[in-house]
């Protein structure tokens, strides 16, 4: 979903945002922040917030001190203090709610500590800023060439330069440590610049990368996730789900971030199931789980002497007997407690509404009936279209 100032351009190029992020869908990039302090004002004895949010390739979004009162907005392009020279990003976010973002990001809201906005980014700035971008894709290449020459197990995923083409930044994934030494010598040669070397996990990759997730939708991580929590093989095992490498891992390679969304829906519901490791003491013998089904809150148990034949039961009438089990008692037998239903007659279990034809419609091979019945049609046809075309001739 996007505003509807988004439009495209050429060549299917979006044109973006002409809102400056202050659109109410807030749909055009999941970094942007929806300013809803932007038409209030401030109390006559507080000043304004000077601190800004600027956004920069990757992801990566620093705060800085708008030392010379520059009337900012959100979508302005400025240049910053680096460590050396200058950097060129876009402002996200000002005024108080840049505050509020660095309480929550735990950060020192003291903003005289913080790098300084030199100026607003002039066309020279622009210019030089989208001409090193224009080469980062060619850089990208090289250095993956230079990295398989060396014989290094790590990937290179991204490059960023810094706006005043002064240094660049290479974003790299690796299983193990990498000792890029040489590495960085290469690349100072190849390049003729500072290197900075940055590591960045498997699903910030991902991220950045985008993609089609197994449910048919873009990766979660590429279009809202913002942080990312660990996730355990755990959470698959209390929604019962088979524990398959191939299907419980994201295109990160590793275990997919929406097993945590209904988690906590899932423990909810447990909380009203015994555990699948109590057994069940009868006169008849001893009953162990077998299945547990979390939606219908039902349980099957079967003796143990007689695995085969299983036995559903309420989660209620469990618990009535695990009850009866903590007494020191034991109960006649399981058939006891199983709750009977009569099934509704003539009840359709599949009904066809949206009328189209069955999907297994051709999978079905044709009768010999029908193949005898299709040659004699054809030979019936081919006999009347002869007679006719004697009949023509003769009359002729």
Known sequence: MSCGSCGTGKDGQPKGCKNNGTCGTDGCNKLTVFDWLSNMSLPGNMEPFNGVEVRFKNGRKHFYINSENLSLSIGDVVATEAASGHDIGMVTLTGELVRVQMKKKKENPNTEALPKIYRKATQKDIDVWQKVRDKEADVQKRSREIAIRLGLQMKISDVEFQGDASK?????????????????????????????MKQVGFRQ????????????????????????????????????????????AGQCGKLKCCLNYELDSYMDALKEFPKSDVKLQTEKGT???????IFKGLLWYSYTNDGMN???????????????????????SLEEYIEYTAAPANKELFSNVVGQDSLTRFDQPKSKNNRRRNKNKNKNKNRNQKSRSRNTKKNA
């Open 205 to 248: 990759e991902a991220s950045r990368l985008g993609g089609i997730g197994s449910c048919g939708r873009e990766l979660c991580c590429s279009t809202w996730l913002t942080d990312f929590r660990s996730v355990s093989t755990s959470a698959a095992r209390y929604q019962q789900l088979s524990l398959n490498p191939q299907k419980l």
């Open 168 to 196: 660049v930044i290479f974003y790299y994934t690796a299983e193990e440590r990498v000792d890029f030494r040489e590495l960085i010598k290469e690349f100072a040669r190849t390049f003729n610049t500072r290197i900075e």
């Open 310 to 332: 299983w036995h559903e039961l309420t989660a209620e009438k469990v618990n009535e007997i695990v009850a009866i089990n903590k007494k020191g008692k034991k109960v006649a």
């Open 287 to 293: 009953a162990i789980c077998q299945k547990i089904d």
